[in-house]
């Protein structure tokens, strides 16, 4: 199967999700920037979890240069990945919605933690199909990021119920890892 199809929904998926987030920043009823300030927790979260689906949409892009061909695993991989995606939204919402409390940072950080797996099933069942010495393979190497990633994820759940900030600074840790784009696939595409 060619992989033009999933591509395309995934980048649909991907787009709507930055949209539900946005829609939930409510417009203030006043013009003065004193009524902007009690939007602050929901335009934080929200500006976090827009990094965060702009990373994933960023490395899925990259990742896929080297993909051949998709099988149904892959597939459904990919759509276990999109589902934990779309829960960001709501995870989002509720986290700015109670200014960072407890129950819905760990919430966001289980999402996260569950996000990573689901992307880390994924690349899995890519390797798998295209096989160990494919330049996908070679490329991703031993994956140090991303098994920091979901190590750091772990860990920011029971944190957050000893203090939300401490996960929060994991949150942008994670971020500012992945912000700069990842090179590995680049690297190995760009070679005679």
């Known amino acids: 199967m060619t992989k033009g199809r999933l591509e395309a929904f995934s980048d649909g998926v991907l787009a709507i999700i930055i949209t539900i987030m946005v829609l939930e920043l409510k417009i203030p009823h006043d013009s003065s920037l004193s009524d902007l300030l009690p939007l602050a927790p929901k335009f934080l979260s929200y500006l976090l979890s827009f990094v965060f689906v702009g990373i994933y949409w960023n490395n899925h892009h990259h990742t896929f240069q080297a993909v051949k061909k998709v099988n149904g695993a892959i597939l459904w991989a990919n759509l276990h990945l999109l589902f934990w995606l779309s829960l960001v939204p709501f995870v989002t919402g509720w986290m700015g919605e109670n200014h960072f409390d407890t129950l819905p940072v760990a919430a966001y950080g ?17 390797v798998a199909h295209h096989g160990p010495a494919s330049e996908l393979a070679i490329a991703l190497g031993a994956d140090w990021k991303g098994k920091s990633s979901l190590i750091a994820y772990l860990i920011s759940i029971p944190l957050a119920f000893v203090n939300e900030w401490i996960s929060f600074g994991l949150f942008v840790f994670v971020a500012v890892m992945w912000f700069l784009p990842d090179r590995r696939i680049e690297k190995v595409l760009s070679k005679p």
């Not at 569950?114 to 880390?120: N, S």
């Open 110 to 126: 289980f999402v996260l933690l569950m996000a990573g797996f689901a992307y880390c099933l994924m690349i899995q069942s890519l």
